[in-house]
């Protein structure tokens, strides 16, 4: 049978089981919420990096897409794995909470209500007992206070019946007296022993309080006993709840501990079919990271870069304008000096290329050259690219010119890469883009004499190499681009002269020479020298000027300024 102690304590492991299931529901609760957290800014991140590599090319790009799609998917996983969390793992364990506190708090409910019944009918029982017992007793008093008036009463009528009868009964009269005495002692000790009050001498009175006293045993008795009965039944009742509630509460755990179980072996299978999944995931990757080509991709780069053709402004002079006040006879002499000094530019940009190219041919067919060729491919670009500046510069001009003094204008294939529109000024603004396959047309057209047709006044070339031609004798001097090619140029020599590629392996030359003077360098194909360098000379230009390299810098520099060096000595200079 189980008892009160029993039940107290199986009632305490249940609710220690409840307080550990609460706890536990609260940790998957907060658990699913950070996956969720989690996989949303996983998703967020995904986003983010799909967004920046969108525009990007190449098998690298690729790659790092891939990984955005990896980020997404691994966000998708960890979005499911909070949703199983929350949805069949907590939400299960907290719902069984909830009904298993109901249950469990009826079951207490109704052990605190039979519990309290049955102390009110046992406090009920023992004052009905005492009642009893004290009426029992009051009544015992006055049955004696009865039975001692009537041996008064017997006493009395003896002695009366003595005196009239014969003197020979004495012996018996002595006997019966001392029977009667005997009686009353008994009587009178009794009467101490229940501390009977003073007897009442009227015996009407006192019959009548024994009557009463005796109604009032009979209704104590019955009360008693009833009470007695209902304390038993009051204890049936608490001992069935006390059993139905330990059973109720033993099935309350084994189906709290079933669910937990269960839900633990639901956590296991989510967790160990989550990391199969992420692991693919992440072997989605190999492909893409593997097949990452940086070559490919710079070949990419490289065709986009050969397609791509760079905006050139080319300068609008106000005489070419012709919405611009001006008389006619200036604004064609002004054009002319324009176009003279544009002239004067591109025959010198011509020469130039001519050197590059003849030394390009030269370290092309030279075994181990290393940092020459993309110094030569750097040049290369840079003299085409101002030769196109020039040329669509001189082309502007010439037929601005061709316009005002009414001939024919050049049929130039590189006008139908200009764009003219106005600036924000609203001054005349002029565009080159040359598309990279045009761009051999266009110096095709410029280097095989395109220009002949001008009739601009002649000029000069760069003259001759004895270091005094760098200066215009001309009076539009302030145009002249031998002041401002080291302007515009000033990084670009300064990049160039600061070089000095440690592992360099010179071109083939055609001899050594020395410097005796101090020349610096007006253009971009020029070589600063100083006295006592050695330079390795590659060409001999008819116009004075050498080609050669010093320190692996290549350019050309004035005839007049270095002596030439024999072998001998020069291999002892080194």
């Known amino acids: 049978m189980v008892g009160q102690n029993e039940f107290e304590e199986l009632r305490r492991v249940v609710k220690q089981g409840g307080d550990f299931c609460k706890d536990l529901a609260t940790v998957l609760q907060e658990r699913s919420e950070l996956e969720a957290h989690y996989a949303k800014g996983l998703s967020k991140l995904s986003g983010k990096l799909l967004k920046a590599s969108k525009e990007a090319t190449g098998s690298v790009?690729?790659?790092?897409?891939?990984?955005?799609?990896?980020?997404?998917?691994?966000?998708?996983?960890?979005?499911?794995?909070?949703?199983?969390?929350?949805?069949?793992?907590?939400?299960?364990?907290?719902?069984?909470?909830?009904?298993?506190?109901?249950?469990?708090k009826s079951v207490e409910v109704l052990v605190e209500k039979t519990t309290r019944?049955?102390?009110?009918?046992?406090?009920?029982?023992?004052?009905?007992?005492?009642?009893?017992?004290?009426?029992?007793?009051?009544?015992?008093k006055l049955q004696e206070s009865s039975a001692v008036i009537v041996n008064n009463n017997l006493n009395t009528a003896n002695s009366t019946g003595s005196n009239n009868a014969n003197s020979g009964a004495n012996g018996n009269s002595?006997?019966?007296?001392?029977?009667?005495?005997?009686?009353?002692?008994?009587?009178?000790?009794?009467?101490?022993?229940?501390?009977?009050?003073?007897?009442?001498?009227?015996?009407?009175?006192?019959?009548?309080?024994?009557?009463?006293?005796?109604?009032a045993v009979r209704r104590a008795d019955i009360e008693y006993y009833t009470f007695c009965v209902r304390s038993e039944r009051a204890r049936l009742e608490w001992e069935s709840a006390i059993r139905n509630g330990s059973t109720c509460l033993r099935t309350l755990e084994e189906e709290k501990l079933s669910l937990l179980r269960d839900i633990a072996v639901k956590y296991y299978q989510?967790?160990?079919?989550?990391?199969?999944?992420?692991?693919?995931?992440?072997?989605?990757?190999?492909?893409?990271v593997k097949n990452c080509s940086v070559s490919q991709d710079m070949h990419a780069i490289v065709d986009i870069r050969r397609h791509a053709g760079a905006e050139q402004l080319l300068p609008d002079f106000y005489a070419e304008d012709?919405?611009?006040?001006?008389?006619?006879?200036?604004?064609?002499?002004?054009?002319?000096?324009?176009?003279?000094?544009?002239?004067?530019?591109?025959?010198?940009?011509?020469?130039?290329?001519?050197?590059?190219?003849?030394?390009?041919?030269?370290?092309?067919?030279?075994?181990?050259?290393?940092?020459?060729?993309?110094?030569?491919?750097?040049?290369?670009?840079?003299?085409?690219s101002m030769l196109l500046y020039l040329e669509g510069t001189r082309c502007k001009v010439d037929n601005?010119?061709?316009?005002?003094?009414?001939?024919?204008?050049?049929?130039?294939?590189i006008t139908q890469y200009m764009r003219h529109q106005r600036d924000k000024q609203g001054f005349p603004q002029t565009i080159l883009k040359v598309p990279s396959w045009a761009k051999d047309e266009c110096l095709a057209f410029c280097t095989g004499g395109g220009s002949a047709g001008s009739t601009s006044p002649d000029w000069n070339d760069?003259?001759?190499?004895?270091?005094?031609?760098?200066?215009?004798?001309?009076?539009?001097?302030?145009?002249?681009?031998?002041?401002?090619?080291?302007?515009?140029?000033?990084?670009?020599?300064?990049?160039?002269?600061?070089?000095?590629?440690?592992?360099?392996?010179?071109?083939?030359?055609?001899?050594?020479?020395?410097?005796i003077y101090d020349y610096d360098a007006n253009l971009f194909d020029e070589l600063t020298i100083r006295t006592g360098d050695v330079i390795n000379i590659h060409d001999k230009q008819e116009d004075g000027?050498?080609?050669?390299?010093?320190?692996?810098?290549?350019?050309?520099?004035?005839?007049?300024?270095?002596?030439?060096?024999?072998?001998?000595?020069?291999?002892?200079?080194?």
């Open 270 to 288: 989510y967790l160990n079919e989550l990391a199969p999944r992420l692991v693919q995931s992440v072997e989605s990757l190999e492909d893409p």
């Open 61 to 104: 790009a690729h790659a790092w897409q891939a990984v955005a799609v990896q980020i997404d998917t691994q966000a998708e996983l960890h979005r499911q794995w909070s949703t199983a969390l929350a949805e069949e793992v907590a939400r299960p364990l907290r719902n069984s909470l909830e009904t298993q506190h109901k249950i469990r």
């Open 174 to 215: 002595n006997v019966n007296n001392l029977g009667s005495n005997l009686a009353l002692a008994e009587v009178r000790t009794r009467s101490r022993l229940l501390s009977v009050p003073p007897m009442e001498k009227d015996p009407i009175k006192l019959e009548s309080k024994r009557r009463k006293a005796e109604e």
């Open 322 to 384: 012709t919405s611009n006040l001006m008389k006619r006879e200036r604004r064609q002499e002004a054009l002319q000096k324009f176009l003279y000094l544009v002239n004067q530019d591109l025959e010198r940009e011509k020469k130039g290329a001519v050197g590059i190219e003849t030394l390009a041919k030269a370290i092309a067919e030279a075994p181990k050259i290393d940092n020459a060729h993309h110094d030569i491919s750097d040049k290369l670009y840079y003299v085409k």
């Open 462 to 515: 760069r003259g001759n190499g004895d270091g005094t031609s760098g200066q215009h004798e001309t009076d539009f001097d302030e145009f002249s681009s031998q002041d401002s090619g080291c302007d515009h140029n000033t990084d670009s020599c300064g990049e160039e002269s600061n070089k000095a590629p440690s592992n360099l392996i010179s071109a083939p030359s055609i001899g050594k020479c020395r410097a």
């Open 400 to 413: 601005a010119l061709a316009d005002i003094e009414g001939r024919q204008r050049i049929n130039n294939p």
């Open 545 to 574: 000027w050498w080609l050669g390299e010093l320190n692996g810098i290549i350019g050309i520099f004035p005839a007049t300024y270095v002596e030439e060096v024999a072998a001998t000595e020069s291999n002892s200079t080194d």
């Open 117 to 140: 019944n049955l102390a009110e009918w046992r406090t009920a029982e023992s004052k009905a007992k005492r009642q009893c017992f004290s009426s029992s007793k009051e009544f015992e």
